[in-house]
């Protein structure tokens, strides 16, 4: 089975920087695309940033310019480098993977357990 562990939240003032890692573990043979979402207080999950298995990117107009998403197949991460941040970033930023192929058969829609990012006005 597939597993999403986050890292590199925390606590960072406005204009600051911080970068995000995913990791995915389990008897993976092939990754989808790999996506960062985020989860304010009180509103719902929303799409930051998406990478395909070719590389094709998707960003969130509100952070086209200051984040940028990468991923390494060989060791199965995805990052998020995150510039510029504002308060109004604040949340629960989630990894997913929208499909795997794993020696059981594919998984689908997987999420991490959420890292905290906190911007400080």
């Known amino acids: 089975q597939v597993q999403l562990v986050e890292s590199g939240g925390g606590l960072v003032q406005a204009g600051g920087s911080l970068r995000l890692s995913c990791a995915a573990s389990?008897?993976?043979?092939?990754?989808?695309?790999m996506g960062w979402y985020r989860q304010a207080p009180g509103k719902q999950r929303e799409s930051v940033a998406t990478?395909?298995?070719?590389?094709?990117?998707n960003y969130a107009d509100s952070v086209k310019g200051r984040f940028r998403i990468s991923r390494d197949d060989a060791k199965k991460t995805v990052d998020l480098q995150m510039d510029s941040l504002k308060p109004e970033e604040t949340g629960v930023y989630y990894c997913?993977?929208?499909?795997?192929?794993?020696?059981?058969?594919?998984?689908?829609?997987?999420w991490g357990q959420g890292t905290q990012v906190t911007v400080s006005s």
């Open positions: 997913n993977v929208d499909r795997a192929g794993t020696a059981r058969g594919p998984q689908y829609d997987t």
């Open positions: 389990g008897s993976i043979f092939t990754i989808g695309t």
């Open positions: 990478i395909s298995r070719d590389g094709y990117t």
